[in-house]
């Protein structure tokens, strides 16, 4: 009793106590609190349907010919016609910037703990994962707010950047990165190394030499020394083809393929929060998918048959119905659907058809066979026609899909004798065919300004304003410096 | 009270003699009786009323109580004084009576609580509304929160949804909030952080609703929602020695309404419909469909509602000593809720003590200890695997499946059953309802202690202690069964503990001088504090469902542990003066100062002052000379500020989010850090409401009739808003104060005995409208898209704008169908004859953002409630109604039905049925405009909320069993609804928000419930 009286003596504080919580004034002083904080780079990107985990970088690309949906919520993009409302939109600008925000705080803050290899992996981290988001965010919407760790406390009046500029940071991000990354961690992490910032590099020259940028046969000729650098120069031999298509596309074989330069990856143990939800979102509800995008017929005619199509289409379903006989959800024709992750590993197989929501799988951001046709296509540009190396990238490529060994030359499948058009086209072909569905061919498009034949006859209206996404109406609303981008 | 007292003690003698002296000059043959009347205290009782039964003749008691009048044995007399029970007691032989006299319960009605104290309901300049406890015991629900709807104007009350533990949306005079809380400050015998639902109806003696700033303003910055005081019951003085009562009831609860669906065949031939129309397999045979017409198939909804049975027990003891008096009580519930699955317990016990520890020093302890148990059935979420929504998968699942393939084994049929028709990715209903095991369990105890000292006359000091503490488990164990994915079970259990102690000091000081002066003066130091703490581990992937969730360890997967602490505290200063001038003219005023821990860094204290004017009309002459059947004819007038300081701790500060865990070196999540979501913001403050308050209180005729009305306009700025901030700043959104919303009305309360003879009828009737209005936005915005309605297709539905009330639906308009002459036009929007047809606003030939009107809003119009008592003999019936108008309603149950189950498919459009709301199958499916007003309802209702009769046995047959009162009751609740509203129940929501809560995703459904109970006293 006497206890409920003097209660009061203790005199309760005023002042703000969080014991549960974490504040910024602590952190950011030691090496473990930067460790830590490198982890923060990638959860934004991925876990929790909320970046590359979903289906949103994947339809934010639909604008090319590998993927379709019917989704109210995704069909606008298939279809060119993108609102500046779509929750897609906002969804990954959200991830974007939280990572940049975050490589930010360690940018900043290095110089808080002395200099050691462990601090310049983290800060390489950093700067390969920052240059990467915004290299994304401006293939995506064009001009775009720059924010470092110098105008982070002011960032919503920050004025958007031309093109170029932004362009200028993420090259020298990843400049910056090669020197400070490491060629490998342990077998096991999806930490980017050194390949993944040349890998990387080489793929921003190449888009740098394209639209909107132009900059030509200089750039797809950094383009391809920095390819080179994996092909055959000082990493040559860390990165090479997987001997069997399909067996990249096995989650169980996410560490150990050596084919992978960069991937997010996910566990399901831990719930939504780290888990991968392609193979749900991709496979059809037959399979007890959710079906929520597929192919395009188009695509699926024009795609050379062998193992490599195979192994990158679903087209007989788990009943035993063929494709074109089924419904999409939403209730068209029936689509081939991607079998590329229809595999996540663990308690979920590739012909299962119950899996739980939460999955092992993975986004392959940059592998081999992409810096292989990069090196192709720089090449054939940069020296105004194919040379024996460039054919020989491509050939490489073109070898393993047809299911053969990718260093044994294959008169059959080779390809020689192309003039610099031919040879071009080719290597754009089989862009769009090897990395099918992985982000990759709507960048193609535009870069080599190629939207309006592609889809001139296919879609209604595509302009040049199509070129780009409408940045979110609400961050356009919220921020002065951000202005929306032509015809939204 | 103690002014009629006064009165009396100078006018009773005079009078006395004068009777006396009448009596005197009485026929000499009549018998003279003589006795004294006492108070229950043992006071001589001065002024009471004597009369012969049926006749003029009477006296009144002098001033030592005493009487004496002419009777004849056969005689009764009839004693009354008011605030006390009328007794009526045969002469007999006896020449001397003795009689104690009983205070009367409705007695206590002129006293009213007001927050730190009591006060004369004739002295309130507040609008302070009081339940009577015998309204809500009339009502079979032994939640408190429950029996309070409908009763008190401008109190409005929404069952959101029905499960037996479920909280209900209590909103005194509309929502203040955009997003911080709505709810009223619950206050129990003093205690600040009172729960509804832990009080059990049968304890209560007294509810009073605060509702203006003068009455509120003593609440400072947890005062801005309105306030619930709740006063238990203490031990009485009346007789020396116990009396107990008891009662129970025994419930069945069934469901209110069950959708319409389609039965098997009619499914069947549905499905085969549609494959035609989009030129796929046919999913049935004809011999199939012969056979489901035969046989039946499943209904889903009768497989996961059932009904359901409560009990409840309650007994009570109370009484008193020499100095000290007791009221003890325990209670018991066991209700299986109408969901497959559900259950809730509730053990409860009080003890209320009172210690007169001197002449001057009394202790009150006031106690209350439950357990409840309580097994919820997951809903409002609609993917879960094993654990999602039953009732929205029966809305879904095809009634061709059955709903086990083996069920000795427990075995259920998976998605896609058979055919690939039905949903394919929500699992089998009754494996959803029935499978998971969900326990939580509660044990909260409360402590509540209140010391008081009286220094002088007139001057007292009081110390209340008070500690509350809820002790939480919630395990959960979710096997496979729904879905038979392997390693598919999941295990959790999380602890928690919320303490929660509040110490106010307070001094009182009442003095009348002058003779006609009446002064108090209340001051007042108060501290809260509370910290919540919790752990969750979770485990999945069990070999075995035998464990359950007991042991976490033998899960294949450990989810990562996480635990919180959070704190916050306050600490107020309050003073309050009432003074009265010659019983007519009343002035209150009030201010408090509050500093809260979780206001930001720069704005760390508040306060908020108040003042009222009352004018009680009816004691001036010209009333009292011309008007005399008005008793009480009184003018309130009040302006304040109150506050509301629903800012989450850690609110304006900011943080670093600690959940940024990533798998980056295999497969095991490494634990990582980086920006939170939410910006600081150290000007962080809590939300002003400004209001007004004019009202009326009038008496008829000695109380026969009461009325009471009341005119507010409250004004609330600062709002809590959670700011979107650029997401190039790392963060999304920010705490801050913009923006204001006003809330004005009208309430009207009337109370009356129209009947008063052998057949007593008394009703009550309320009426309340509120005028929601937001009067301002963040940055200038004129309007802003709010909240979601967690369903695909429904982005941007939600809106608030200026000028309008929140709750806004904005969207496109459906237009019907397109007919096949409009196949050209449907062209234009991509559509074919089939596909809905939508308004297009702006004629650009898409159906798009530019098209999205208002649709209307889910603040309701007005509220009202009726209540009926009508006494006859031994019966006693209770009818009582209540309703709300002007109320619009997302239904996403019906959108649920049209892709699944619903009887409406089979009016789907087709080239020959033209004359329909149901698109085609492909219609439907490729060119659908979900975001429309197609499901947005009228939910408003007229219901017959409950209808109990009752009997009380006459007391000649009780007192041979020694019982003193015994009544048998039966009741039958929400027994009747009028409703265009075609979702499970108009009251239903799902969001704790209320600019969300017209949004219907089929949660738990509301029930009838049939009752038989009994109350006893002995």
Known sequence: MLVLFSIPFSCVDLEEVTPGSLTAISLYKTQDDLDAASVGLYRPLFGGYEAFDFDWPIVMTGGGEDVDSQAGIFSPFDELRAEAGSGSISTMWKALYKSINNANNIIGNVDNVPGSEERDRVEGQARFVRALDYFYLTRWFGEIQLITFENQSNAG?????????????????LQMAE????????ETSVRPTQGAAKGLLSKVYLTMAGWPLNLGSQYYGLARDKAAELISGSLSGIYSLEADFADLWDGDNKFSNTEFIFIFHGISANGTTNASHHHIASRPPTDGGWGDWYSEERFLNAFPDGPRKDASFRLTFSNGTDWSVNNVPGGGPGQPFTAKYRNPGGDCGFDDVGCPEHGDGFFPVLRYADVLLIYAEAANQAEGGPAVGAYEALNQVRRRAAGLDPDIPDAGVDLSGLSFTEFDEAVLDERNWELAFEANRWFDLIRRELVE?????????????????????????????LTQNPGY | ???????????????????????????????????????????????????????????????????????????????????FVTQEIRVGQQAQITVTMLSDIEALEEIVVVGYGTQRKRDVTGAVASLKPKDIQSLPVSRTDRALQGRIAGVNIQNDNAAPNSETRIRIRGSNSLLGNNNPLIVIDGFQDGRLNMVHADDIASIEVLKDASSLAIYGSKGANGAVLITTKSGTKKEKGLKFTYSNYFARHEIRNKLDILNAAQYAKRQNQDAAELGGIQPFTEAEITSFAANGGTDWQDEIFTEAWAINHHISLNGSGERINYFLSGDFLDQDGIVLGSEFRRYAIRANMGYELTEKLKLDLNSHISKTEDSPVTLNTFSGENSGSPINSALLWSPTDPVFTDKANREYTLPGYDTDVGPLTDYNPVALAAEPIRDFNQLSSLINANLSYKLLEGLSVNIRGAIRLIDEENNEFINNRPTQIENSETASIQNSRNVFTQTSYLINYTNEFGGAHSLNFTGLYEEQFGEFNSSWMGARGFISDAVSYNNLGLGQDQFPLSSDRTRRSLRSYMTRINYVFRGKYLFTFTSRWDGSSVFGENNKWAFFPSGALGWNVGNEPFIQDNLDFISLFKIRVSYGL???????PGGSIGLIGDDFTYPLDGNIVSPGIGLADRASNPNL???????????VDMELLAGRFNVTADYYVKKTRDLLFERPVPEATGSSTQFVNVGAMQNKGIELYIEGTPVDKEVNWTTGLTFARNRNEVLELIDGNEELPIGSVGFPGFDNFIWVQVGQPIGQFRGAQFAGIWQAGEAGEAALYGAIPGSPKGVDVNGDTVINQDDVVILGNSQPDFAYGWNNNIRYRNFDLNVFIQGVRGIRKLNLSQLQLLRGTGKDLLDRWTPTNTNTDVPSRIGEATYGIPNSDRYIEDASYLRVKNISLGYSFPEELLSGLGLETARIYISAYNVFTITDYTGYDPESTNSDKDFNS????????EQKIYTIGLNVTF
């Open chain 1, 157 to 173: 009046d920050v004025v958007q950047s031309e093109v170029s500029e932004i362009y200028d940071l993420i090259v020298s991000d």
């Open chain 1, 179 to 186: 020197e400070l990354l490491p060629v490998s961690f342990s």
């Open chain 1, 453 to 481: 034949a592609v889809n001139g006859n296919f879609h209604v209206g595509v302009t040049r304003d199509d070129y780009l996404l409408p940045k979110p109406a609400l961050q356009v609303s919220l921020s002065d410096g």
């Open chain 2, 1 to 83: 009270m103690k002014s009629i007292l006064l009165i009396l003690k100078i006018m009773v003698p005079k009078l006395l003699m004068f009777i006396s002296l009448i009596g005197c000059f009485k026929a000499a043959s009549q018998t003279f009786v003589s006795g004294t009347i006492y108070d229950d205290t043992g006071e001589a009782l001065i002024g009471a009323t004597i009369q012969v039964k049926g006749t003029t003749e009477g006296t009144v008691s002098d001033y030592e109580g005493k009487f004496i009048l002419q009777a004849q044995p056969e005689d009764v007399l009839v004693i009354s004084f008011i605030g």
């Open chain 2, 642 to 648: 109150t506050g509301s300081q629903a800012i989450p």
């Open chain 2, 685 to 695: 403050k809590w939300e002003t409401t400004e209001q007004f308050n004019a009202g």
């Open chain 2, 998 to 1005: 017209g949004v219907d995703l089929a949660t738990f459904p």
